[in-house]
C-alpha cells in the first residue's frame, strides 16, 4: 500500500493541480505521481524546492537537480497513481 491508497490510481493533470498545498502537495515525474506530503520536511534541499513542483509536473526540475537519483527507488513508498491526460 502507498501513502494510504489501496490502488493506484489514474491522476488527470486537473486533480493533480489541486494538491498543492505544504499539507497535500503531489508531483509527477516520469508519468508517476508521488504524495510528497510526508517528504517535504526531511528533504535536503528544503521544503521550499519540493513546494516549486507542488501540484505539477516536476519532472524536468528533478531531471535538472537529481539526473544520477533513482527516483523509482527513493520515491516508490510515495507513489499514488499515474498521470493521464484530461478527457
Known amino acids: 500500500m502507498n501513502?494510504?491508497?489501496e490502488t493506484l490510481a489514474r491522476i488527470p493533470m486537473s486533480v493533480l493541480k489541486t494538491h498543492n498545498r505544504k499539507d497535500d502537495?503531489?508531483?509527477a515525474i516520469h508519468g508517476k505521481v508521488y504524495n510528497m506530503t510526508h517528504y517535504l520536511r526531511f528533504h535536503p534541499g528544503g521544503e521550499k524546492e519540493l513546494m516549486?513542483?507542488?501540484?505539477r509536473?516536476?519532472?524536468?526540475?528533478?531531471?535538472?537537480?537529481?539526473?544520477?537519483?533513482?527516483?523509482?527507488?527513493?520515491?516508490?513508498?510515495?507513489?499514488?497513481?499515474?498521470?493521464?491526460?484530461?478527457?
Open 3 to 5: 501513502q494510504g491508497v
Open 25 to 27: 502537495a503531489w508531483t
Open 52 to 55: 516549486r513542483v507542488a501540484g
Open 57 to 87: 509536473d516536476g519532472t524536468k526540475l528533478f531531471a535538472l537537480t537529481h539526473a544520477w537519483v533513482n527516483v523509482d527507488f527513493m520515491l516508490d513508498a510515495c507513489m499514488v497513481g499515474f498521470l493521464v491526460s484530461d478527457s
